[in-house]
């Protein structure tokens, strides 16, 4: 049987946990998707330069594992454990939000892109005001799915001592010594975060496939 002292004893740890976690998320999220946004243009961009520039960051960054990623932008900068987790979550979930809205564009018709140039938009604003809205309207579920990941990768911010919900059931079970009952917590704590966000996903799914 579970003790549940240990959530009753500790609920407010666990709820600055769960402030934390939700918080570098957000953060991470939206700034991920800025600049996965702009990591996707840059590879789809009608210069090479730029094309080597956002494909040598997703290619390199999406072969590194996360966790090295956070200790390295902990180690190398003055950062706090909360912003460096945030930080190198934003750095690595990027590459993935980039593929998938590289992936949305090249699903919009080319001709989309000549009609807006036609009516003297430049590149830049083509892709601003037309083919991009209908790219990540195309790639919601994925990135939705990415924010799954994102909340679930967030855990490393323990390592770094970051005072998220995992670094508290960390704390916690040092205190307790009632390892296995205090990790049960935890994840139910990280499952009141992502399943109603898998939920959400797969209602935009349906919606989506019942529009086309």
């Known amino acids: 049987m579970l003790d549940f002292s240990i959530l009753t004893t500790n609920i407010d740890s666990f709820l600055q946990g ?18 996965g946004t702009l990591l996707a243009v840059l590879r789809i961009a009608p210069f090479k330069s730029l094309n080597w520039i956002g494909t040598a960051y997703v290619e390199f960054i999406r072969n590194i594992p996360v966790l090295v990623i ?11 454990g909360m912003a460096a987790g945030t930080i190198g979550l934003t750095i690595y979930t ?9 992936a949305g564009i090249m699903s919009v018709p080319n001709g989309q892109m000549e009609a807006a140039r036609s009516t003297g938009l430049s590149y830049g604003q083509a892709m601003r005001m037309v083919i991009l809205p209908q790219a990540i309207k195309i790639v919601i579920p994925p990135l939705g799915n990415q924010f799954i990941n994102l909340v679930k990768n967030s855990s490393l911010l323990a390592v770094v001592a970051g005072g998220d919900l995992m670094y508290q059931g960390d704390l916690i079970s040092a205190k307790t010594y009632l390892t296995f009952d205090t990790y049960v917590f935890v994840a139910l704590f990280y499952l009141i975060l992502t399943i109603p966000l898998s939920l959400g996903v797969g209602f935009l799914e349906k919606r989506m496939a019942r529009s086309n």
């Open 18 to 35: 769960l402030k934390v976690t939700i918080i570098s998320s957000l953060i991470a999220l939206l700034c991920s998707f800025i600049l």
């Open 94 to 102: 990027a590459a993935f939000i980039a593929e998938a809205i590289r």
């Open 70 to 80: 956070v200790f390295f932008t902990y180690l190398s900068g003055n950062f706090g």
